[in-house]
């Protein structure tokens, strides 16, 4: 109260001086409180405060989003400019399975491999006794031919063949293959006669493919003359004419044991 009172005297003795209206009574409220200005230091933060805020986002984004963004951002691709033509060409060695084979010599003038072994006797797969067009066939002994003929008819069986004719040259191959697995011309000739004593180069043996032709003409086969001569080659037939009426001869245990294989 002494504060008011005293506030009090002040505002008459201004009136006083300066005959001027005096102050309504609520504005000389001795109830409100006498009004402080606001700290300086707090004021003068106010408006700076959206800046700093707005200096720390900028400096946040800056330098806390770059790394995220350069981690997703995919590398560079190099790019060549290199243009198709100068691409270097795939090596061999570096993928032997492209590579060609080897060319096969080339073949001299005159007759093929395969045509000099049908011409010196040998016979395809599948030839039978009908097959004229081969020399081995062709080139038999013609009572022997027509004796096969006659037999294959008559059995309804195709009558194939392994070997018939044979030149000397061919059977001397034969002779040479068989010294060769055998070991000695001794234990080869048991199987391959010489070029001097073969029935095959005289056209008068033929050797049958398959069983069932075999075991037909070793059980009828007198009937035409045909017999078979050797039992360690029971493909192997000649014709004989006398067993017709006398029936085949008794077998050869191999042809070493032939008279005929001893010239």
């Given at each position: 109260m002494l504060e008011s009172g005293a506030y009090r005297r002040r505002i008459e003795k201004r009136i006083r001086a300066g005959n001027t209206a005096p102050p309504s009574l609520?504005?000389?409220?001795?109830?409100?409180?006498?009004s402080r200005a606001p700290l300086p230091f707090r004021t003068s933060l106010v408006p700076v405060?959206?800046?700093?805020?707005?200096?720390?986002?900028l400096l946040c984004a800056a330098g806390c989003s770059a790394p995220a963004v350069a981690s997703t951002q995919a590398p560079p691709v190099a790019v060549s400019h290199a243009s198709p033509a100068s691409t270097a060409p795939e090596t061999p060695s570096a993928h032997p399975s492209r590579e060609r084979p080897?060319?096969?010599?080339?073949?001299?003038?005159?007759?093929?491999?395969?045509?000099?072994?049908?011409?010196d006797g040998h016979l395809p797969e599948g030839a039978t006794i009908a097959d004229d067009d081969y020399p081995a066939v062709s080139r038999l002994d013609p009572h022997l031919r027509a004796a096969l003929r006659a037999a294959s008819t008559d059995a309804?069986?195709?009558?194939?063949?392994n070997s018939g004719w044979r030149s000397a040259a061919y059977q001397e191959q034969l002779l040479d293959e068989a010294v060769a697995k055998y070991g000695s011309r001794t234990a080869a000739s048991r199987w391959v006669a010489t070029?001097?004593?073969?029935p095959h180069v005289s056209g008068d043996a033929v050797d049958l493919a398959g069983s069932e032709a075999t075991a037909w003409l070793a059980e009828?086969?007198?009937?035409?003359?045909?017999c078979q001569v050797f039992r360690n080659?029971?493909?192997h037939f000649e014709l004989r004419p006398g067993a017709v009426d006398r029936g085949c001869p008794r077998q050869y245990v191999d042809p070493t044991h032939d008279p005929r294989m001893q010239r």
């Open positions: 609520v504005d000389m409220s001795f109830l409100q409180p006498v405060l959206p800046v700093l805020a707005a200096v720390v986002a080897a060319a096969a010599p080339p073949q001299l003038p005159g007759r093929t491999d395969e045509a000099r072994d049908v011409a309804g069986i195709e009558f194939r063949l070029p001097a004593t073969s009828h086969g007198a009937r035409y003359g045909l080659e029971p493909w």
